[in-house]
């Protein structure tokens, strides 16, 4: 059974670049059968696509925070991360990792998330 | 981009009702839709995918419906732990988005 955990700073200074990663557990993040990818949630709000990855050189991210973010992978530590620079109080939230699954259908291929790391939250403060 | 809007935001319900949360796609996503569950300081649960496939484990009383630009969640027949928020994400392209959440209270 995959596992996803989020590990990383809980508190980044304004301005300063958020970094964070996603061990994969009980799969291998090199398969190439999925897409890596991370979302959030501010406090009380709803869920953001943040990007994803599927190989080193195919990631794709929200246009709202594509100037800031990039995605990678590390296969040999079975591990996605992001950065996110330059961030303001706007980016404080619970960062999730996630695995995009997927079906082949003959209506065309479905996407999904899951499963989900437990999220881990990042608070912008000086 | 895809805005998604569900409705209600929230809803007030006791144990054993049935009940029916909408989402809306600003244009059509054919059966790309998926909804979620999500508890209190936990990550989000998958419950449907492609608009109206269960997912492995999840109780029978979930079901999805619809295409194009209408979708709907229903609960047969509420049990306490469903008490929760839903959150209903367009899969059709990048990038991604999700509903603002359904609040289901007692």
């Known amino acids: 059974q995959v596992q996803l955990q989020e590990s990383g700073p809980g508190l980044v200074k304004p301005s300063q670049t958020l970094s964070l990663t996603c061990t994969v557990s009980g799969g291998s993040i090199n398969s190439g059968d999925y897409y890596w990818n991370w979302i959030r949630q501010p406090a009380g709000k709803g869920l953001e696509w943040i990007g994803r990855?599927?190989?080193?050189?195919?990631?794709n991210y929200s246009p709202s925070l594509r100037s800031r973010v990039t995605i990678s992978l590390d296969t040999s530590k079975n591990q996605f991360s992001l950065r996110l620079s330059s961030v303001t109080a706007a980016d404080t939230a619970v960062y999730y990792c996630?695995?995009?699954?997927?079906?082949?259908?003959?209506?065309?291929?479905?996407?999904?998330?899951?499963?989900w790391g437990q999220g881990t939250l990042v608070t912008v403060s000086s | 981009d895809i805005q998604m809007t569900q409705s209600p935001s929230s809803l007030s319900a006791s144990v054993g009702d049935r009940v029916t949360i909408t989402c809306r796609a600003s244009q059509s996503i054919s059966s790309y839709l998926n909804w979620y569950l999500q508890k209190p300081g936990k990550a989000p649960k998958l419950l449907i995918y492609?608009?109206?496939s269960l997912q492995s484990g999840v109780p029978s009383r979930f079901s999805g419906s619809g295409s194009g630009t209408d979708f709907t969640l229903t609960i047969s027949s509420l049990q306490p732990e469903d008490f929760a928020t839903y959150y209903c994400?367009?899969?059709?392209?990048?990038?991604?988005?999700f509903g603002q959440g359904t609040k289901l209270e007692i």
């Open positions: 996630a695995r995009e699954g997927r079906i082949l259908t003959v209506g065309g291929v479905y996407n999904w998330f899951d499963p």
């Open positions: 990855i599927y190989t080193s050189d195919s990631a």
């Open positions: 492609a608009a109206s």
């Open positions: 994400q367009q899969s059709y392209s990048t990038p991604y988005s």
